[in-house]
């Protein structure tokens, strides 16, 4: 079962503008991650956001996290080509295992 | 400092056979997780080795198996494939039992294909 759905499940971007992707989930939580996943190869961790906290910043990515409403947004902001990927939010609300959305996939055109 | 490794990296078998898969943690890491992951869908937790034992499983049938050697590395066995098992298989590496309740580190993946 799915905990994270990913909203879009596709946004096609000019570079240099900004991607905005959301998460919603079922449960409480501890945390949430974001990752990202280039062309079916390994996910690489972005940001990792507590559930004590509300924003996070790392370079050019935002990440909120509001809990009342279950819900996350992830900012990336003066987008490249190079963003192209799959990004997936992630959480662990059953023990140690990470229970991931099916994604939102960026294209970003030059 | 190695990250995360996975072998092979692509494996073709046909209905019935089995498969062993292979990863080696980031150094400093004790804990493997694996992961399956279908075309177009995100990754579906199989289960977590820890300490040489599965310490959480997900949903999988009994087909899927593992084993932890003490150099912390991991094996992934999934016997009797059927065609539904073609995925992208990944391994996660974290420290101390934690898994998904912190960061985790992925490793390529490895690519099967059943016929």
């Known amino acids: 079962s799915q905990q994270g759905e990913e909203d879009p499940q596709a946004l096609s971007i000019q570079e240099g503008e900004n991607a905005t992707m959301n998460c919603s989930y079922k449960?409480?939580?501890?945390?949430l991650q974001w990752y990202r996943q280039n062309s079916g190869r390994g996910l690489v961790h972005l940001i990792l956001i507590r559930s004590n906290e509300r924003e996070k910043h790392s370079g050019r990515l935002r990440v909120t996290l509001d809990t009342s409403k279950k819900s996350s947004s992830l900012l990336i902001t003066a987008s490249r080509a190079a963003d192209t990927a799959s990004y997936f939010c992630a959480t662990a609300p059953y023990g140690n295992k990470l229970v991931f959305g099916a994604g939102t996939i960026l294209r970003v055109k030059s | 400092d190695a990250g995360v490794t996975q072998s092979p990296t692509h494996l073709i078998k046909t209905r019935g056979q089995q498969v062993t898969l292979r990863c080696s943690p980031k150094s400093g890491h004790d804990t493997v997780s694996w992961y399956q992951q279908a075309l177009g869908q995100g990754p579906q937790f199989i289960f977590q080795?820890?300490?040489?034992?599965?310490?959480q499983r997900g949903n999988f049938p009994d087909r899927f198996s593992g084993h932890q050697f003490p150099n912390y590395s991991s094996e992934l066995n999934v016997n009797a494939l059927l065609l539904g098992d073609s995925a992208l298989y990944l391994c996660?590496?974290?420290?101390?039992?934690?898994?998904?309740?912190?960061?985790?580190?992925f490793g390529p993946g490895t690519r099967l294909l059943v016929l």
């Open positions: 449960t409480s939580i501890n945390n």
């Open positions: 996660a590496s974290s420290f101390g039992g934690q898994g998904g309740r912190e960061t985790q580190y």
């Open positions: 080795y820890y300490e040489e034992e599965e310490r």
